[in-house]
């Protein structure tokens, strides 16, 4: 009893338990080899695997309990974690590579494969600073400057994650300031002033404009008759009143006169002639690299073209397919004796009178077809687009003569009947009102993200967002977007272009003869128009890839790009 007393008291040692001493101590062995250094035998790996390999087999356990058969196919636990312990180490040290005998260099190679492939903090910083290095192909694509757009827009909204610097809410210096830097064409930021050069003075110059005439009671852009809010009795009195309609005419032509000679003076850059049913955008010599004076007018339509062919007016109509110089009458008459001929040519066989007295009714009667046809193909193109007609030169001013005296140009019914049209300008003309933009700003949320809206309305002239862009630019502001409502009738003004660049030709080239770009020119001469240096090379440039109709755009990393 008292044996098998003592034979309960005994501890007993298992063979898992022996198995965990030694793999500790394989382990601190590792260990401490990675600390120094040091090269293990991998000979001495292999005598202690053997040796704990005896170990499992045997002394440490009893003799009187029975022990269990060995299975061949059990993997020894102890090269399985050996196994698992070296995959790990591999990936993070170099040191048990040469205890295995892998050859190190090629699997630094797969691991820095497989390295670049994921997705870590890593790797995702060191690509963002190789792109740093490189410029990427996206941000590439975008500009220094928004491109030109002669459209007229109607309103515009800058969004911004950081507060404006500037506000609506102006000082009266910051008022006054701003007015008569808009007023003398001063660049009150660029240049030592008197005047107060804070950007909220700088901005409120940015948001002028001159307009002729100015009715408090109608709204006179756009030039919509549906969308005018006036004063009925007030109208009904003018529309009635001759003398009244005469007084706003003989006012309208002396300012149109006066904008029109500050044009040829280059004094003014451009100005447009709001109507009724068109618009007209008169540009001066030099603006986009032309060295005449030139205007375009759109939409228009086959009775409008035909009166200017009357007048003995020469135009083209650059976005129709067949661009050449022309008159709608011109054609109508060339295809019809076309038709002519070739009726009068199939009926030469017949020799009685009666059959020539049909002949000559049925030439006439085919001659009145073919007018009408072509008739109708000139109409198609009405009031679209590809009715842009465009003039240069001493044409200009056959165009102005034409307008001044145009009776379809103001309207005789309607909630504008016997108003003259709009005139738009950057600078001061005869009997011109200067009129401000009206500003709106407000916080918003997207995604419930906090955003500043800074909303601009009114006539927003082509000078009016490269300068706020400039403004934003010199306040370092570094992220911002912007969205613009525009004018859709006024958009074949951008889709034309009319930008011209310098050409060589080949005699020029062969005699190795070179000249200034007109462009620069046209800078010279256009100094006194009222715009900065960089505002007017903006506007000057001949390249017609800077022209462009956009209704947004963004601004991010010292570029834009826009859509």
């Given amino acids: 009893m008292a044996e098998s007393g003592n034979i309960n008291t005994l501890e007993w040692t298992r063979p898992d338990q022996v198995m965990q001493l030694h793999r500790m101590k394989l382990k601190k062995r590792a260990l401490q080899a990675r600390l120094n250094k040091t090269k293990i035998n991998t000979a001495g790996v292999q005598r202690i695997a053997t040796n704990l390999n005896e170990l499992n ?12 058969r060995k299975n061949p196919f059990v ?19 170099n ?52 491109p030109l757009d002669w459209t007229l827009k109607t309103k515009v909204r800058f969004m911004s994650p950081k507060p404006f610097p500037w506000n609506g809410k102006l000082k009266t210096s910051e008022e006054a300031s701003g007015t008569t830097g808009f007023v003398r064409c001063l660049d009150i930021g660029g240049k030592e002033t008197t005047l107060d050069t804070s950007l909220n003075a700088r901005f409120y110059q940015c948001c002028l ?25 007030t109208n009904m009195s003018m529309a009635n009143n001759q003398c009244m309609k005469d007084a706003l005419y003989r006012e309208w032509c002396d300012s149109f006169r006066s904008l029109f000679h500050l044009l040829r003076a280059r004094q003014c850059p451009y100005f ?22 030139h205007a375009l007018l759109t939409p228009t339509t ?15 109509m650059p976005l129709r397919k067949d661009s050449r110089r022309r008159s709608d009458g011109g054609d109508s008459d060339s295809m019809t004796t076309d038709v002519t001929s070739n009726t009068t040519n199939g009926q030469n066989n017949y020799e009685e009178e009666d059959e020539e007295e049909e002949e000559e009714t049925q030439d006439a009667w085919l001659k009145s077809l073919g007018t009408r ?32 005296n145009c009776k379809s140009a103001i309207a005789a019914t309607g909630a504008l009947a016997g108003v003259p049209p709009t005139l738009l300008a950057p600078i001061a003309f005869h009997g011109a009102t200067l009129k401000a933009l009206k500003v709106r700003e407000s916080v918003v949320r997207v995604d419930n993200d906090q955003y500043y809206s800074l909303e ?14 400039h403004l934003m630019t010199s306040s370092q502001l570094e992220q911002y977007s912007a969205s613009c409502a525009q004018l859709t009738s006024t958009t074949p003004f951008s889709t034309a272009k009319h930008g011209t660049g310098y050409n060589v030709t080949k005699e020029e080239d062969r005699n190795n003869v070179t000249k200034v770009p007109p462009n620069i020119f046209g800078q010279e001469n256009l100094s006194d128009c009222g715009f900065n240096e960089e505002l007017l090379s903006h506007f000057c440039n001949p390249d017609p890839a800077r022209i462009e109709v956009f209704e947004s755009f963004k601004f991010f990393n010292g570029l834009y790009t826009w859509s």
């Fill in 272 to 293: 447009y002639v709001c109507a009724n049913t068109f618009t007209v955008l008169f540009r001066a010599a030099g603006i986009c690299g032309l060295s005449e004076i």
């Fill in 209 to 233: 404009i001159w307009q002729h005439p100015s009715l408090p009671w109608l709204e006179l852009f756009p030039r919509s008759a549906g969308k005018v809010s006036a004063n009925l009795a």
């Fill in 373 to 404: 046809m072509t008739l109708e193909k000139e109409s198609e193109i009405d009031n679209l687009k590809q009715s842009l007609v465009f003039v240069k030169g001493v044409e200009t001013q056959a165009l102005f003569n034409f307008l001044i």
């Fill in 95 to 146: 040191t048990l590579f040469e205890l295995l005998n892998i050859n190190v260099q090629q699997e630094k190679q797969t691991l820095d494969s497989s390295a670049n492939n994921s997705l870590t903090f890593a790797n995702v910083l060191s690509k963002l600073e190789s792109t740093s290095q490189t410029p990427d192909e996206s941000i590439s694509k975008g500009a220094k400057h928004i």
């Fill in 302 to 316: 086959r009775g409008f073209r035909q009166s200017l062919k009357q007048e003995e007016i020469e135009y083209s």
């Fill in 57 to 68: 087999s045997s002394s440490n356990i009893p003799q009187h309990v029975p022990q269990k």
């Fill in 456 to 469: 601009l309305k009114g006539p927003l002239l082509p000078h009016v967002l490269p300068s706020l862009c």
């Fill in 75 to 93: 993997i020894n636990e102890l090269c399985k974690k050996q196994k698992d312990i070296s995959g790990l180490e591999i990936s993070n040290d």
